[in-house]
């Protein structure tokens, strides 16, 4: 994908009569029709087409800007990669990079891939250090929670559960890298 970026002067403030999405970092605009968003970047403000999520300076993913809110969750679970052995006073290991990149595209493949086929934002989950060194992505609301457990081992299958507070319970396990329909279906119901 082509990112244009354009730096644009620390006072840029978009048309007020434009659709905006506003936070700290980040603010939503449409010029000509199209759909960008200005970041900050320290003391400037940064124009693209396209979040990246990167890490060491190597873009991991991109996201539309429809889905700025998992974009910021992404950034936010970053702190997972700074956790030492026994972080937690019970034994937990050190995050490897890999582990936390293969949650960061499974949550992107899907958000993105729901965005296009069925025009729907999907609802951002937390990102959490799991056990043995896996990371944890839970989509939770009053009605319905699912958790995905990614683990450190590439070569192991992905593991959920969800449940709706009562009755009905979902499990199994799955390859995060492929795009699973009952899972999807489960994640849409949430929204």
Known sequence: ???????????????????QIW????????????????????????????????LDNEVITELPLKLHE???????????????????????????????????????????????????VLSTPRISPGPNGSIDVLWKNNNFRLLINIPEDRQKQASFYGDDYGQEVIEGTFNPAKINQGILLSLLSMN
């Open 23 to 54: 936070s700290k970092n980040y603010k939503q605009i449409f010029k000509n029709g199209k759909e960008y968003g200005v970041l900050r970047k320290g003391n400037k403000f940064i124009e693209v087409e396209f979040l990246k999520v990167e």
């Open 1 to 19: 994908m082509n990112v244009s970026q354009t730096t644009i002067s620390h006072q840029y403030r978009p048309p007020k009569y434009q659709n």
């Open 70 to 120: 998992i974009y910021r969750e992404i950034e936010k679970s970053k702190y997972v990669l700074d956790l030492e052995d026994d972080w937690d006073d019970e034994g937990s290991i050190t995050y490897k990079p890999a582990t936390w990149i293969r949650a960061v595209k499974f949550i992107a493949d899907y958000a993105k891939w729901v965005l296009e086929e069925a025009s729907i």
